[in-house]
Every structure is written in C-alpha cells, then in structure tokens.
C-alpha cells in the first residue's frame, strides 16, 4: 500500500516538474508579455516603512516596465511591453532565509520552502503573474548595508531586499529588475568574491578604448566599471542596460 502511494506521489511530483519545464520553455518563447506581482513586506514591522509602503502605488514600478520595453526594441520581440508590472498587497510574512555556506541538499530543500511560501503568500492581482517578488523592505537608518537577493528561474520567484525610503527608489528599481531577470535564467557576471563585473559579458561596453571608464552598467554585472578594480553602483536604471549575453539567456536573442 505505501509503496503505491509513493510511487503516485513521485509520478505527481515528475508531472508538476514536466508542466513547469514545458511552461518556462514557453515563457522564454516571448509569446505574449510577462506579468509581475510586486508584494510589499515590512520586514522588521518598521513605523517609518510601514509609513512609506502605504504611499506606494503601481506608478513607482512603472519604470521597470518602460526600461525592458526599451531593452527589447533591439531584439524585435514583437511585445510592446514584454514585462508588466502589479503592485499586489503588502504580505505579512516573511519568505524564508536562503542557507548560508550550506550543501546543495539544503539549498533544494530551502527552494522548496520559498516555493510553499509563494503558493501561501500571493494576494490576488488584476491578471495572475507569471512571476512573483516579495519585496522585503528595510529602514536605512538602521539597516545600511543590505544582503544579497535571491531569485528562483523554477517557480519564478524572488526575494529582493530593499530600502524603504523615497530616497532610494530609483536604485531599488535597479536591484528588482535585476533579480526578475534572475527568474527568466539570467545568470549574474560578476565576480562573487569582489563584486567586480566579469569582461566581457558582465560589461555595457566591452568594445569600448580606452575600456575605462564604462559609463553604464550591464544589468546582471551590477555595477558601472571605472577602472579595472573598481566599480559603483548604478544610480539608476537610466544608467544600466541588458547586454547580448543576458539577451541570449532570456530568450531574447537566438
């Protein structure tokens, strides 16, 4: 008998992995445009966040949705739009920690939380998403450093840590859209041990002579290189772009 429930459970298990593989491919096909839901999460039931998330609207992530069409004339998708935006209600939880310095068992089984997670925590939006971002925002003041984010391409989800101040909102613009391209298999091209941008993928310009300064930023290389060991952070996502490599990953580029 539990043998039999196992086995139907592994065939429900391979099925889901089999849909979810079949649906990704199609995702990166660039068919139709992708939606977004955006939730909120005042991680450290901060007053001074809880303030700024009620100002908040769907108007603050319009740009994200502007800069991926821009990106994407080159490429000549066909989508106006090929990214779209909803701002959905603010969560109360918080999506579980990624492990830290642990076994690849750990991590999957972490992957799996994040994604129960997800299934528990997505207040309804307009249209269902295709991708969801939990927005964990902090007070600068007394968080002024910020861990990594972290996305998932199987599931398309992410946990983007942010700033919670106006201050902030055209770089928390630049982390967000960064982690999305996570979500569609992007992979970041920059140093892990540094955080220097890769040459040549993880640079705007790579052709450029003299090669420094760079004046923007590869989206997924995170920073603006200005010699060869140092590198600042994009203001703004006015001051990035999408490179051919992240092109290619994503389904952009054949």
Known sequence: MWKKIRVIILLLI?????QQTWLDKADLAWKHNLYVAVYPVNVDSSMKVSAYLHT?????????AEYFAKEAEPYHLGLRHPIELELGAEVMNTPPPPPVDSSV???IIWSLKFRYFAWLNSPKVNVKPDIRLYLLYY??????R???SVALNKGRIGRVNLFGDSDYNKQNLVILSHEL????????KYDLRN?????PDG???????PRYPQSLAELMGGRVPVSESKAKIPKSLEQTIIGKSTAREIGWLK
Do not use: M, Q, W
Not at 14 to 18: E, K, P, Q, S
Not at 56 to 64: I, K, N, S
């Open 56 to 64: 908040l609207t769907r108007e603050d992530f319009a740009g994200v």
């Open 181 to 188: 391209l996570h979500t569609l298999n992007a992979t970041d």
């Open 146 to 148: 910020l861990s990594h």
């Open 203 to 209: 640079y705007a310009e790579p052709d450029k002579l």
């Open 195 to 199: 955080t220097l941008p890769i040459y």
């Open 105 to 107: 068992l750990d991590t």
């Open 14 to 18: 391979l099925a889901t992995v089999v």
């Open 139 to 144: 007070d600068p003041l007394s968080h002024p």
